[in-house]
């Protein structure tokens, strides 16, 4: 295995000497006591606006013991009660195990207006001194305040917690209930919440609070925030990549990223998922973490170009992640709704359509992929639940082709075609970005790393799987499609991966010296997919050149304009290659 270089913590650098960042609970404390008494006012009021996720022992114990004031008015006290909150979000939740529907609810559906009201009028009546306002919805109780502090958190850091039983979901107190439930609830409800709320107040706001690290708490003012997400847009980045192990994973990732030797494997390397990212912003030496999904939503224009912004919204539509299976299992055989199905039944515009690219395999790599005769669907679900229900095997390769894959490999996988990947391979997955939505159809009789079996989603597949997409069809519509668009000295670009039903775009590029790309007004996501180092620059100067190492994804803003990419330090004078995404139009 090569030794790794691989970066695991990318930053942006907003400040070469940090000037607008506060870290540790006293230094906090301090700065916002200084904050009200520098006012002439004689009465103040500091909201502090809480994500999903943020651990309230920690923040808002801390505040209430160190900050000055004579009210504090937490808003969870404001909801409604649990179990009128538990039905409100029913209908969107389903009885489902894993999927939801997209709520369509707002946070102000989750106060009393009673209890509002009277708050409200408690507020009023003082005359003087500091009222702190904390928690969810804070923001929406007083419109004339003086201080607005927006507490926010990434999603991969609230799964986390979540797993270890340390925060509960919007109005409830489930914190002890299973990961599972409490993430679709994330999902489903209260990042949809959240997210409502935040684009509503975040650059009302005075300072953003990163509680990230809980024993390294940052106050940063979001004036510094947003000069970080404006540079973001002007040039080459990565969010913080995150890794997770698996039933099937393997052990790839642990070399090549330079991860935990110890750990049982790595399934999933998440290097470019930027709803559940952070990104990084460096204030001198002090790093401050929050949600890459801000950019999108803050800077979409800038970041995915008009047109994508115009097509999508304030959604980036391009994942990339990485799926370790070397030594490890076959993933699970699944398949992924046509965009009808899951804007009917889970309320999402687009669906994942997707390809794998072969970063790595073994001789004896595999995947299945499509279906082996049209006309066996029902065949093949007949069979899947009799295995289910006797619990024994199920003979895939009855049903399913398997395709002997090699490095560079690159297959189409639209959604409704049955696929997955097999042992010893490493797939650089390319997709659209709704992630959640995989319909499990067979997982080899195991279990999940929790000893619980894996939800299985049959009724769910039935309804969408394509048997047309059979033997030939796969021949001729996803099997390593690669055309020539063009060559030079020194490089050659190849039309690659997804097919006519897809709205992405892939092409690679091998070269041993310098490429031209030029983003064209769209947003490129590309993958060093061979060669040790590369160094992203501006012909003309318009960002500071940009490193890249092997298996590293990066984004290309669509404001970035025209860029290059040439081999450095032990990669010059070989043969580098990228993968480039973007939206086709």
């Known amino acids: 295995m090569r030794r790794s270089n691989y970066d695991k913590y990318p930053f942006i650098q907003v400040e070469n000497e940090n000037n607008s960042c506060i870290v540790s609970w006293s230094a906090i404390s301090q700065e916002l006591n200084a904050r009200i008494k520098s006012s002439n006012k004689t009465k103040h009021i500091i909201l502090v606006e809480c994500y999903q996720g943020v651990i309230h022992n920690d923040v808002a114990i801390t505040l209430q013991n160190t900050l000055e004031h ?10 409604k009660d649990e179990i009128v909150i ?4 029913h209908p969107d939740m389903t ?20 209890k509002l009201k009277a708050s409200l009028e408690e507020v009023d009546k003082l005359d003087r001194g500091t009222v702190i306002v904390y928690g969810t919805g804070a923001s929406l109780l007083v419109k004339d305040f003086d201080l607005l502090i927006y507490a926010d958190m990434p999603r991969w850091e609230i799964q986390q917690r979540m797993r270890k039983n340390e925060v509960d979901n919007l109005g409830v107190k489930n914190r002890n209930n299973d990961f599972i439930n409490k993430y679709k609830q994330g999902y489903f409800i209260d990042w949809r919440v959240c997210d409502r709320l935040k684009k509503a107040v975040y650059n009302h706001s005075d300072y953003v609070l990163d509680t990230t690290i809980r024993e390294e708490p940052k106050l940063v003012k979001t004036k510094a925030i947003n000069e970080g997400l404006t540079k973001a847009i002007t040039r080459p980045f990565r969010v ?76 980036f539509p391009i994942r990339f992640d990485l799926l370790d299976t070397m030594s490890g299992g076959n993933l699970s055989l699944q398949v992924h709704p046509l965009t009808g199905y899951i804007q009917e039944q889970f309320g999402m515009h687009y669906t994942q359509d997707e390809s794998y690219y072969i970063l790595d395999a073994a001789p004896d790599a595999g995947v299945y992929l499509g279906m082996k005769k049209k006309g066996t669907k029902r065949e093949l679900f007949d069979s899947l639940e009799s295995a289910y229900n006797e619990n024994s095997l199920f003979d895939v390769e009855q049903y399913v082709n398997r395709w002997p894959v090699k490095k560079h490999d690159h297959l189409s996988i639209p959604a409704g075609t049955i696929h997955c990947s097999g042992a010893n391979t490493v797939v650089l997955e390319i997709s ?105 620059e501006s012909p003309e100067n318009m960002f500071v050149p940009f490193s890249v190492h092997y298996a590293e994804t990066f984004i290309i803003p669509a404001a970035a304009g025209a860029y290059t990419i040439k081999p450095v330090g032990e990669a010059q004078g070989t043969e580098c290659a990228t993968i480039k995404a973007y939206v086709r139009f």
């Not at 504090?72 to 404001?78: F, G, K, M, N």
């Not at 009885?95 to 009673?114: A, H, M, N, P, W």
Request: charged letters at 25%; proline letters at 4%.
């Open 70 to 79: 004579v009210l504090w008015i937490s808003t969870e006290s404001l909801f």
């Open 240 to 315: 913080v990549p995150f890794f997770d192990p698996g039933p099937w994973g393997g052990q790839w990732l642990k070399e090549i990223c330079d991860l935990d030797k110890t750990a049982v494997n790595y399934a999933w390397g998440f290097d470019c998922v930027p709803e559940e990212n952070s990104l990084l912003l460096a204030f001198g030496e002090v790093k401050v973490e929050i949600p890459s999904i801000n950019l999108v939503f803050f800077r979409a224009k800038e970041l995915l170009g008009e047109q994508v912004q115009a097509r999508f919204g304030d959604e």
């Open 95 to 114: 009885d489902d195990l894993v999927f939801g529907y997209f709520t369509r609810l707002k946070i102000k559906d989750y106060f009393d207006e009673s």
């Open 432 to 536: 659209a970005t709704p992630y959640l939505f995989t319909f499990k159809m067979w997982d080899w009789n195991r279990v999940g790393l929790d000893g619980k079996p894996r939800p299985i989603h049959l009724n769910h597949a039935k309804n969408v799987l394509q048997d047309a997409r059979h033997e030939e069809w796969v021949k001729q519509n996803a099997l390593d499609i690669v055309r020539e668009i063009g060559s030079g000295a020194g490089w050659k670009e190849e039309r690659t991966g997804l097919n006519h039903l897809q709205f992405i775009e892939t092409r690679r590029h091998w070269f041993t010296e310098k490429v031209q790309h030029d983003t064209n007004g769209n947003l490129n996501v590309l993958n060093l997919v061979q060669g040790r180092e590369v160094i992203v």
């Open 86 to 89: 538990q039905k409100m979000i």
